[in-house]
C-alpha cells in the first residue's frame, strides 16, 4: 500500500510552498470566536451562506432543464413531474429560499440587538442590508419564473404598488414588465435578472461581507464588553467553531431536505390572464408586512394618498434602519444606548404584527 | 497530546492492533460521509441522465413506418430519424431501395446522398460509402453503414431492424 501520508505531506508542502498555505491556516488558528450566552445567534451568518450555497447548485440543476419565455410553465411543469428526482430539487430551491430570507432576518435582528453595527463593523451592517435587500428581489423575480397562477398574480400585484407613486408606472412597465400584463417577455427578463444580474451583484457583496466578518472578528454583545478581557471566553475559530458550523449546516441540510421531500412544492395552473385571481391570493411571507402596512394606512387615508404615505413610512423607516450605526454610536462606559433597543423592538414587533395581521386579514 | 499511559497500552511491534475508539470513529465518519455523499449525489445523476434514459427508451423502437415516402423519386434521398438516431432513405435509379443509418462510423457526422458519385458521402473528412450496401469504400471510415430493411409500400415505406 503507497504511504498516502507521505504522499499527501509531499503535496501539501509543494502547495504550500508556493501558495503559503500555512499564514492562512496560521490565521485561522489564531481566529478565536468568542464564547458566552449568546454564541447560538453567531451561527445565522454560516447558516444564511449555508442555504446561498444550497441555491446556486440547485438554481444551476433547475436552469439545465428550465426554459424562460413562452414555454417557461411547459418547462417546470416538466421538471417537476418528468425528470427524475425534478420535483426534488425544485422543492429544495422553493424551501432554500424561504428558509434563507429567514436566515437572513434572524442574521440581521441578533446583529441588531448584539449592537454588532457599531464602529469598527458599520460596512459589514450595510453590506448585510445590502444583501438581503437583493435577496427580497432574488425571491420576487425566482417567484414569477413558473409562470403559474399563483406567480403570475403576485407579481401582477407586486409591480403595480410602486407604480401609485407618481410617473413610476410608466417606467415600470417598460423597463420591468414589458408591457401592460406580466407576460413572456417578463418571465424573460425576470430569468435574466435572477440568474445573472442578481447574482453578479450579490457575490462580489458577499465576498466583501465575508472578508469584513475575517477582518473584525466577531462583535461581542454590550454586555461582554462590559467584562474585563480575562473573564471572556473565547475558542480558537478553526478547528472548533469551524466543525461546530459544519454540525450545524448538517442540521440545516438535514432539516431542508425533509422539508423538500415531505412538503414538495406545488404548481399551480398555467398562469392566465383572463382568468379571475385565486381566492386568498397574498403576497410571499417575507412580503407580507409591507403589503399589509400598505393595507391598514389605506383604511386610514384612502386611495393613492394612503399608498403613498405607505410607502413613503415604509422608506423612513428603512432609511433609519440602515444609518442606525451613526446615530447609535458606542459610549464611552459600554453603556447601551436605551433608545436603539426599544427601535430595534418595536421594528421587530412591527414586522412580526403586521405579518400575522396580514394573514388574518386574507379571510 | 499523547498520554503516557496510552503510549503504554499500545501492543508491541508485529501484533494486530486492537480496534481503538479513535479507529472506529474516523471509520464510521468516513462512511458516514459517503452514504451522504451518495445520497446527495444520486438524485442529482438521475436528474441530469433523465434525456438520456428517453432516447435509450426511444431506441428499444423496432419499426418505423414513412408516411408518403414511397413517392420519394428515383436517385434521390430522404433522411429521417429511426430510434432517435439520423437515418436515409434511397431510391436508386433501378428501382431499389436501401436504408441505412446515416451516422458515419468515422466519428459520428451525418452522412448525405452524393448524386454524382452515387455515393454516400461525408463531409466531415471525405469518407465514402457504397449507397445499396452501407460498405466502406474509402476515407476513414471504419466499418460500414448498418443496413435497415425497407419495405415499399403503397402510401407507405415501413422500415424495420435488418
Not at chain 1, 14 to 32: G, I, Q, V
Not at chain 1, 296 to 324: K, Q
Request: hydrophobic share 50%; proline share 6%; net charge positive.
Amino acid at each position: 500500500m503507497p504511504d498516502l501520508k507521505r504522499i499527501g505531506g509531499a503535496v501539501y508542502g509543494w502547495l504550500n510552498e508556493r501558495l503559503d498555505l500555512e499564514a492562512a491556516l496560521e490565521h485561522a488558528r489564531k481566529k478565536t470566536v468568542p464564547v458566552h450566552k449568546h454564541t447560538f445567534w453567531y451561527y445565522w451568518g454560516g447558516i444564511s451562506l449555508c442555504l446561498f450555497l444550497v441555491q446556486v447548485v440547485t438554481g444551476i440543476l433547475l436552469m439545465i432543464y428550465y426554459r424562460p419565455g413562452p414555454e417557461a410553465y411547459a418547462s417546470v411543469r416538466e421538471i417537476t413531474y418528468e425528470m427524475h428526482f425534478g420535483w426534488l430539487i425544485r422543492s429544495l430551491h422553493a424551501w432554500a429560499a424561504n428558509l434563507m430570507v429567514a436566515a437572513v432576518f434572524i442574521h440581521m435582528f441578533s446583529v441588531f440587538f448584539m449592537k454588532a453595527y457599531q464602529k469598527p463593523r458599520e460596512f459589514g451592517w450595510w453590506t448585510g442590508l445590502g444583501l438581503l435587500g437583493l435577496c427580497m428581489v432574488f425571491g420576487f423575480s425566482g417567484y414569477l419564473l413558473p409562470m403559474d397562477e399563483l406567480s403570475f398574480f403576485a407579481t401582477k400585484v407586486g409591480l403595480s404598488i410602486p407604480g401609485v407613486i407618481p410617473g413610476a408606472e410608466k417606467v415600470i412597465a417598460a423597463v420591468v414588465r414589458a408591457g401592460a400584463e406580466v407576460n413572456e417577455f417578463t418571465v424573460q427578463r425576470f430569468f435574466a435578472l435572477h440568474v445573472v444580474v442578481l447574482p453578479l451583484l450579490f457575490i462580489p457583496l458577499l465576498a466583501f461581507h465575508l472578508f469584513l466578518v475575517q477582518k473584525h472578528g466577531n462583535a461581542l454583545p454590550p454586555a461582554e464588553r462590559l467584562k474585563p478581557a480575562t473573564e471572556r471566553r473565547n475558542i480558537p475559530f478553526f478547528p472548533n467553531f469551524a466543525l461546530k458550523d459544519l454540525a450545524v449546516w448538517l442540521i440545516v441540510v438535514n432539516i431542508l431536505a425533509l422539508l423538500a421531500a415531505f412538503f414538495p412544492w406545488q404548481l399551480g395552473p398555467q398562469a392566465d390572464v383572463l382568468k379571475p385571481a385565486p381566492i386568498g391570493i397574498h403576497p410571499e411571507w417575507y412580503f407580507m408586512s409591507q403589503f399589509e402596512l400598505l393595507k391598514v394606512i389605506g383604511r386610514i387615508l384612502p386611495g393613492i394618498s394612503g399608498e403613498v404615505a405607505g410607502i413613503g413610512l415604509f422608506t423612513v423607516g428603512m432609511v433609519l434602519w440602515g444609518l442606525i450605526p451613526l446615530y447609535d454610536v458606542e459610549t464611552a462606559g459600554g453603556r447601551r444606548a436605551r433608545r436603539a433597543t426599544y427601535f430595534g423592538l418595536f421594528m421587530l414587533l412591527a414586522l412580526v404584527a403586521l405579518t400575522v395581521i396580514g394573514y388574518f386579514d386574507l379571510k | 497530546m499523547n498520554k503516557p499511559e496510552q503510549n503504554a497500552s499500545r501492543p508491541p511491534v508485529g501484533e494486530v492492533e486492537p480496534l481503538t475508539r479513535r479507529t472506529f470513529v474516523k471509520v464510521g465518519m468516513v462512511a458516514a460521509g459517503a452514504a451522504y455523499a451518495t445520497a446527495l449525489g444520486y438524485p442529482i445523476y438521475r436528474y441530469l441522465a433523465t434525456p438520456a434514459e428517453r432516447s435509450a427508451a426511444l431506441a428499444a423502437v423496432k419499426e418505423l413506418a414513412l408516411a408518403d415516402a414511397d413517392k420519394l423519386p428515383r436517385e434521390s434521398a430522404l433522411m429521417f430519424k429511426f430510434a432517435g438516431r439520423p437515418a436515409i432513405l434511397l431510391h436508386h435509379a433501378d428501382d431499389t431501395w436501401t436504408a441505412l443509418t446515416a451516422v458515419c462510423t468515422h466519428l459520428g457526422c451525418t452522412v448525405q446522398f452524393d448524386k454524382e458519385r452515387k455515393a454516400i458521402y461525408c463531409a466531415c473528412h471525405g469518407g465514402v460509402y457504397d449507397a445499396k450496401t452501407g460498405a466502406n469504400i474509402s476515407g476513414p471510415p471504419p466499418k460500414p453503414l448498418a443496413l435497415f430493411k425497407a419495405q415499399v409500400l403503397t402510401g407507405k415505406v415501413v422500415i424495420s431492424r435488418a
